[in-house]
């Protein structure tokens, strides 16, 4: 098993910033790479971004590609996500999540979420 809590959220006036952590524990070496999810009230869940345990490759969603970064750090088993110029629209709860797949096509492991709201 694998055990996620994400940290960092709160409310943040449009344009601003926020830093997102994820903090894994358990059975951490059996997954392949790390990934961010939101979703927003009456909406589906929406890609964010994955990035590799090993090797560090990241993908991202198109809504946030520029203004998101992901990153990682290993020894602490820790995923963070960065979050710049915030919109409105970026208003969701964000959830990180692992898997044991390289496709990123389905996610194994989920944290409980934090929520992010942006103010306009």
């Known amino acids: 098993q694998v055990h996620l809590v994400e940290s960092g959220g709160g409310l943040v006036q449009a344009g601003g910033s926020l830093r997102l952590s994820c903090a894994a524990s358990?059975?951490?070496?059996?997954?392949?790479?790390m990934g961010w999810f939101r979703q927003a009230p009456g909406k589906d869940r929406e890609f964010v971004g994955r990035i590799t345990w090993i090797g560090g490759s990241i993908y991202y969603g198109d809504s946030v590609k520029g203004r998101f970064t992901i990153s990682k750090d290993n020894a602490k088993s820790m995923v963070y996500l960065q979050l710049n110029n915030l919109e409105p629209e970026d208003t969701a709860i964000y959830f990180c999540a692992a898997t044991r797949t390289v496709a990123g096509d389905t996610w194994d492991y989920w944290g409980q979420g934090t929520q992010v709201t942006v103010s306009s």
């Open positions: 358990g059975r951490t070496h059996s997954t392949y790479q």
